[in-house]
C-alpha cells in the first residue's frame, strides 16, 4: 500500500479542473493483506453455507486492487438447505421469551462496541471508504442493537382492542413471527445493511437466510460470529453467497418474507416474484435526493452540512446528495464556501482514521462516475471541482465533484450516479424549490438549510421523500432509530427503524374471546329482534362515543 502513504501527493495535470486537486491523506494503520489474514479469511468462510467442493469466486480490495478473500460460492440446492436449517433452528428460537432474544442483541452491542476495529478494517477492505464512514456503519447497527434490545418487547406485546360487543368480546392483538426471513444486502453498506436489518427480526422471533454481496460478504460473516458470541443459535443466521440472478431468486422462493436493499431494478423483479407467491416484501432502493439551501441559510453550516451529505462513502450512500438546490440570492457565496471545502477533502486509504473520503468499490462504479462527468461536461456543463480519477492513490479513486449548468437531458440530472458527484441548480421561489426536489420519481432522503427551523419543518412537509432532515445532512433523520426510514416512489417499499422496522417481520393474530352470549340470535330471540337489539345497540354505541 505504499501509494497509499502520506508521500502521495496530489499533482495538477492538463485538464484539470481550475479549482484543482484533492491533497492525499495520511495512508497510516496497516495493510490491507495484515488486517484481513487468510486465516481470518478461511475461518469466515465456514460460515457461509455451501457445498462440499463448491467453487470459489475471489474479491478484490478496493483500495488497492489486491485480492482480498477466495469465498465458497452456494447453488440453489445450497439455499434450499439453509432455508431447512433455518426452519429447524426458528421453532425453539420464537418459544423463548421476547426479553430473553433481546439480550443477545444487547450483549452483541457490547461486544461491538469493544472490537469496533476488527469491524472497521473489514469494512474498509471491502469497500474502500474512509474509517470514519465505516465508523457510521458500527454506530449504526450499536443504536439498532440498544434501540430493539431495549424496545422489543414494548413493541411485540399484546394489545387490548376494542371487541365486538363492549364487555362482552375480549379481543387481542398478538404479534408472531413470518418464520424465516429472506435478506439480500448490498455491498454499500456491509455492516448496517446486513446486520442492522436483521437484528429486529431476530429479536422478533424469525431466522434468516442471508445473500450479502459477494464484495463485502467477511463483513456479514463477521457480524454473525459475533451475534453467536452473544448468544444467538448458529443455525439461525444461514448465509449464502452467488450471483444475484441465480441464488437472488432462490432465497425469494423460500422466503417467508423477503427483505431487499439495492437498486430499484432489481427490487422491483424481488416485488415481482415476492408478489406471486403471497409474501410480503420490503425494499429500499434508489434515490436522486435534494439538498435545498434557502435564501436565509447559514452559509457556513450550509457548505459543512452539504460536504457530508454528498461525499460521504464516496457518494455510494442512498440516502446521499446529488443535487444541490439553492436559492440565487445567496448561490455565489454558498458556492465560494462549498467548492473550498470540496477542495479540501483529503482523498486516502490507509486502514486508520484521517482521510476524509475513499475510494469507490468497483471499476464498475468508477466507470459510471466518469461517465456521468464526462458526458455531462461534454453537454456544456462546468467543473467547479474535482472531475477525474485518481490512480495515484488506488485503482478507483475519484475526485469529489461539483458540478454547474447540468442540464435535464445529461445523464447525471436525472440517474443515480451513486459517487462523488453533485450537480448544482439555482431557484428563485420556495414554490419552485419544492417542485425541482419532488420532480424525480424517487423519495429516499431530502435535506433543508434555514435559520428558520419553523419554516423548514415547512418545507420538509411539502417534500415526497421517507426522511428529510433539518440542518443535518442525513444522519439526523437515519439515527433517529425510534423513526421510521424508507422511500416514497422507485425508492422503496416499507420501512427499517421503530415499529415499522420490528412489525414488518411479525404476522398480526387477533385473538377474540366471546362471553356470556353468542353473537347470534339467542335468549329467546328471533332474528327480526335480534336485528333490532342490535340496531339499538349500534344507535347507543354512536351516542356514548365509542371506537
Known amino acids: 500500500m505504499s501509494d497509499l502513504t502520506a508521500d502521495a501527493v496530489a499533482t495538477e495535470h492538463p485538464g484539470a479542473s481550475p479549482v484543482g486537486g484533492n491533497p492525499a491523506a495520511p495512508g497510516g494503520g496497516r495493510t490491507v493483506a495484515a488486517a484481513v489474514p487468510r486465516s481470518l479469511v478461511d475461518r469466515l468462510a465456514t460460515g457461509v453455507t455451501a457445498t462440499a467442493e463448491p467453487s470459489v469466486v475471489e474479491t478484490v480490495a478496493p483500495l488497492t486492487g489486491e485480492r482480498l478473500a477466495g469465498l465458497p ?10 432455508f431447512q436449517l433455518a426452519r429447524r433452528a426458528q421453532t425453539a428460537w420464537a418459544a423463548l421469551p421476547v426479553r430473553r432474544r433481546a439480550a443477545v442483541l444487547l450483549r452483541f452491542h457490547d461486544l461491538l462496541l469493544k472490537r469496533q476495529d476488527e469491524a472497521l478494517d473489514l469494512v474498509q477492505a471491502e469497500t474502500g471508504k474512509a474509517r470514519l464512514h465505516a465508523f457510521e456503519e458500527v454506530l449504526a447497527v450499536a443504536t439498532a442493537a440498544r434501540h430493539y434490545g431495549r424496545a422489543a418487547q414494548g413493541y411485540l406485546k399484546d394489545r387490548r382492542r376494542g371487541g365486538a360487543l363492549p364487555v362482552l368480546t375480549h379481543t387481542v392483538e398478538a404479534r408472531r413471527p413470518k418464520g424465516v426471513i429472506g435478506h439480500i444486502s448490498p455491498w454499500n453498506y456491509p455492516l448496517e445493511l446486513c446486520v442492522g436489518d436483521l437484528l429486529p427480526a431476530f429479536v422478533a422471533g424469525n431466522a434468516v437466510v442471508n445473500k450479502p454481496d459477494t464484495q463485502t460478504a467477511l463483513t456479514g460473516l463477521w457480524a454473525r460470529e459475533l451475534l453467536i458470541e452473544a448468544g444467538l443459535p448458529a443455525d439461525l443466521w444461514q448465509v449464502v453467497i452467488g450471483d444475484g440472478p441465480v441464488i437472488g431468486p432462490a432465497v425469494v422462493e423460500h422466503a417467508d418474507y423477503v427483505s431487499f436493499t439495492g437498486s430499484t431494478r432489481t427490487g422491483r423483479e424481488v416485488a ?3 408478489a406471486a407467491r403471497l409474501v410480503g416484501a420490503s425494499l429500499e432502493l434508489g434515490g436522486k ?20 451529505a454528498c461525499f460521504s462513502s464516496a457518494g455510494q450512500l442512498c440516502i446521499s446528495i446529488e443535487r444541490l438546490l439553492v436559492h440565487r440570492s445567496v448561490a455565489d457565496r454558498f458556492l465560494e464556501r462549498f467548492v473550498a471545502r470540496t477542495r479540501a477533502l483529503r482523498l486516502g486509504g490507509g486502514l486508520a482514521y484521517g482521510a476524509d473520503m475513499g475510494s469507490l468499490v468497483s471499476a464498475r462504479q468508477l466507470e459510471t462516475t466518469t461517465r456521468h462527468v464526462e458526458e455531462a461536461v461534454k453537454a456544456g456543463a462546468t467543473v467547479l471541482t474535482g472531475g477525474r ?13 461539483v458540478l454547474d449548468g447540468v442540464t435535464p437531458e445529461m445523464a447525471v440530472c436525472g440517474e443515480e450516479t451513486f459517487g462523488p458527484v453533485v450537480s448544482v441548480y439555482r431557484f428563485d421561489t420556495e414554490e419552485e424549490a419544492v417542485a425541482a426536489a419532488n420532480s424525480t420519481p424517487y423519495g429516499l432522503n431530502s435535506s433543508v438549510w434555514t435559520r428558520d427551523l419553523r419554516r423548514g419543518r415547512a418545507v420538509a412537509a411539502r417534500l415526497r421523500t421517507g426522511t428529510v432532515n433539518v440542518n443535518e445532512a442525513y444522519a439526523a433523520a437515519y439515527g433517529s432509530v425510534a423513526a421510521p426510514m424508507g422511500g416514497m416512489g422507485d425508492s422503496g417499499l416499507g420501512r427499517r427503524h421503530g415499529a415499522e422496522g420490528i412489525l414488518r ?4 393474530q387477533t385473538i377474540a374471546t366471546q362471553r356470556m352470549m353468542p353473537i347470534a340470535p339467542s335468549f329467546g330471540l328471533d332474528d327480526k329482534q335480534f336485528a333490532a337489539v342490535l340496531t339499538g345497540g349500534l344507535r347507543a354505541l354512536r351516542a356514548l362515543r365509542f371506537k
Open 272 to 274: 415481482q416474484r415476492a
Open 505 to 508: 417481520f411479525t404476522e398480526a
Open 389 to 401: 480519477a485518481r490512480p495515484d492513490l488506488g485503482p478507483y479513486f475519484y475526485e469529489p465533484t
Open 289 to 308: 435526493n435534494a439538498m435545498l439551501v434557502l435564501a436565509d441559510a447559514d452559509l457556513d453550516a450550509a457548505a459543512a452540512g452539504a460536504v457530508r
Open 73 to 82: 460460492q452456494s447453488t440453489p440446492a445450497d439455499v434450499e438447505v439453509a
